[in-house]
Structure formats: C-alpha cells, structure tokens
C-alpha cells in the first residue's frame, strides 16, 4: 500500500515555514512592545508629576508550545511528538540566531544604561570639530508662582504688586570641548556656559522685563571612566571652577565662586544619581555681596534621574545649612528635537536674587533635551 505520509524531511520544510511566520510575528511582538506609546497616569499639579504606566503585554504560551500547537493541527498521525519537538527547537533555534544578530547590530548606546549612553551619543559628536553639545536641559517654560518675591522691586514703582505670579523661564545650557584626552590620558576639559532667564512677558504695566538672569560659565576637567567605589559603580566624574551671578550692582548683586566636583553614579540601567558637592571660594567681607547663601545653599545636591520608557523623571534635593529644597521634573519626547517638560520647584535659591526667599513655582513647556533620556 502506498504511504502518503509526508516524510520527516517534509515535516522539517513544513515546519520551517510555520516558523518562518512565527519569527515575523515575534519579531513584530517585539518592535511594538519597544515603541509602544506608554499611557499615562494622572498628575498632581502641586507635588508630583507621575511616569507613565506602561500597560502588561497578555500572558502567550512560550514559542516552542506555539509551534507545537500548529505543528500538531496539520501533523499526520504517523509523526511522532518527538519528532515535532525536535523540530520546532531546530527552527526556534533558527529563529533565536537571526533575532541575536538583529539585537548585535543596534548602536551601541541602545544597549547600555542611560549614563552610558548619554556619554557614547556625546563622545561621537565632541570628536567633530567645533563640536557643542548641550549641558544642562534647554528649555522653555510657562510658570506660575505662588507668592512671587516682590521686596526687590517695591521700592522701584508705586504699584502694590508690581511680580506677577505668571512669567517665562527658559534657560539655556552648552559646554565644548577645548582639549581631548590630556597628555594621552581621558581626562577631557571642557568650558560651558549657562544662562536662566526669569522673563514677566504678560506684565504689560512694566513693559514685560525680564525680572531676573543668572549667568553661570564653567571650566572644568571630565573623566567617563568607569570606577567602583565601595559597591557603586561610578559612571564618570568632572572636577572644575564655576562662576555664577546675575549682572546686576549693589544691593541687587548675586555672585559666588566656587571649585565644583560631580560624579554620576549608575544603580540600574535606567536609574542614576547626578552628585554634586562644591567648596565656595572665601570673599573679602566688604566685597561679599551675599555672605548667608550657604545656609540656603548649602555644600552640594544630589538627583536622581529615572529614564524608563523614554520617559525622564528627576528628584533633586539641595540641604543647606538651615534650609532644604526640592525639584522634581518630568519630560517626554514629542518629536525627534523636542521633548514635552514639566518642572516643580519648593524651595529657597530657585534664582541668585531670590537666594533667601521660599519659592514655589511649576512650569510646563518644551524641552531639547534632559540630565539623562533614552535616544
């Protein structure tokens, strides 16, 4: 009797195509598990900005109990279980080798932690000439305060309240390499220059000033190395001089010098720590336009930074001597340059001008980037 049972070479070629498909559709699974939108929680206005919850992908049989589902809905009663086993685990086999490959071949940063690849995106654009990179996040934002600060310019008009509590801040932030890799070594120095701008553009009665500007350039040297420290994985350091002020004369005048170190510490892939500790260089006591601000100020902060999901979230908490503040800060990408962004601040020394007064502002705007994100 002839034997119309297809022969194992047969099922091998059958199977081989199921799996074919099988493949597509994990490899689709996948693709949009990676760039699936997240949804987003409710956020409070006053205290906290919430991260996006992504919703759990539905529990699906493994790969191997799929492919043998299907095998065995077509299989002849003549082929063995063990023979389709064997078979779906060459082709996964297959499958698993294309997917690995495919994984190999992503940039190097998407495969990284977040500091990491922050570093790795920065480094292949410092090697270009004239290269700039940003610094600290640019943005722009609309604010609104609660109790502005309104003593430095009562005496200046007649009006009672002459600080509207909505205004503009934007700020913008840069650094460029001036000597790579220093007599052979990886230590880099860079310069930088920061700005944040305090802008009443709605205070039509004052023709829309700019309340306040701080100026902050900086010259320091950077290490990404990475280093162990008692079980902390330390990401890259930078040791430097920064100078900060706000340009105005007398009794407005901010300024501080300071000798400023900060490390960046990774915990997990998506989670890291900014520190930053600073010594403030001794003034004359004549010259000494704010000699309390280390009470506000305090001798460093500390934030952590949380980039799941593309999302970037940060908490930074700076104790002084006498006083505590807090940010927290939210942004999501809404295009390939711009990235929606949220910012919460309590606390004193929110601007130089406004050192020694409790502060309470939340902004929303726009975005070019943040302390750490996915890219």
């Given at each position: ?16 195509s ?18 699936r ?9 006053a ?31 003549s ?12 082709a ?5 080798i294309?997917e ?13 932690d ?13 090697e ?38 909505d ?8 650094k ?23 802008w ?37 350091w ?18 501080w ?20 500790a ?48 807090f ?13 929606i962004?949220?910012?919460?601040y ?20 726009i975005?070019m ?7």
């Open positions: 009797m002839k034997n119309n049972n297809p022969s194992p070479h047969a099922w091998m070629s059958r199977l081989a199921v799996n074919l498909n099988l493949s597509t559709e994990r490899q689709e699974q996948s693709m949009k598990m990676k760039f939108a997240p949804q987003f929680a409710a956020w409070a206005l205290l906290l900005i919430a991260s996006p919850v992504v919703a759990p992908s539905p529990v699906l049989a493994s790969d191997l109990d799929r492919c043998m589902l299907k095998a065995i809905a077509s299989a002849d009663e082929t063995s279980i063990g023979e389709l086993r064997k078979a779906c685990a060459t996964l086999d297959r499958v698993s294309e690995e490959k495919v994984l190999t071949s992503l940039p190097v940063y998407e495969q990284q977040v500091i990491a690849s922050r570093y790795e995106v920065e480094s292949e654009i410092e270009r000439p004239f290269a700039i990179t940003a610094n600290l996040p640019n943005y722009i934002l609309y604010t609104v305060m609660d109790q502005p600060n309104q003593a430095p310019f009562e005496d200046q008009t007649d009006s009672v309240d002459p600080v509207q509590d205004e503009m801040q934007f700020q913008v932030s840069i460029a390499p001036v000597w790579r890799q220093m007599f052979g070594t990886n230590f880099d120095t860079f310069v930088s220059y920061t700005s944040r701008s305090y009443q553009l709605f205070n039509d009665e004052f023709s829309a000033p700019f309340r306040e500007t701080n100026y902050e350039p900086e010259v320091f040297v950077r290490d990404f190395s990475e280093y162990d420290l008692l079980g902390l994985k330390i990401a890259g930078s040791l430097g001089f920064n100078h900060q002020s706000n340009g105005q004369s007398q009794r407005y005048s901010r300024s010098n300071r000798i400023m170190a900060k490390s960046a510490i990774s915990i997990t892939d998506d989670l890291g720590v900014l520190a930053r600073w010594y403030r260089i001794p003034e004359d006591e004549e010259d000494d336009d704010n000699p309390g601000m280390h009470r506000y100020y305090g001798y460093g902060d500390l934030r952590a930074v949380w980039a799941p999901n593309r999302n970037t979230v940060t908490a930074m908490l700076r104790p002084g001597t006498q006083e505590t503040s940010e927290l800060t939210w942004s999501y990408p809404i295009s390939k340059v711009f990235r962004y949220a910012q919460y309590n606390g004193y020394g929110e601007s130089l001008l406004d050192y020694d007064y409790d502060m309470e502002r939340f902004g929303i705007g975005a980037n943040d302390y750490l994100q996915r890219f």
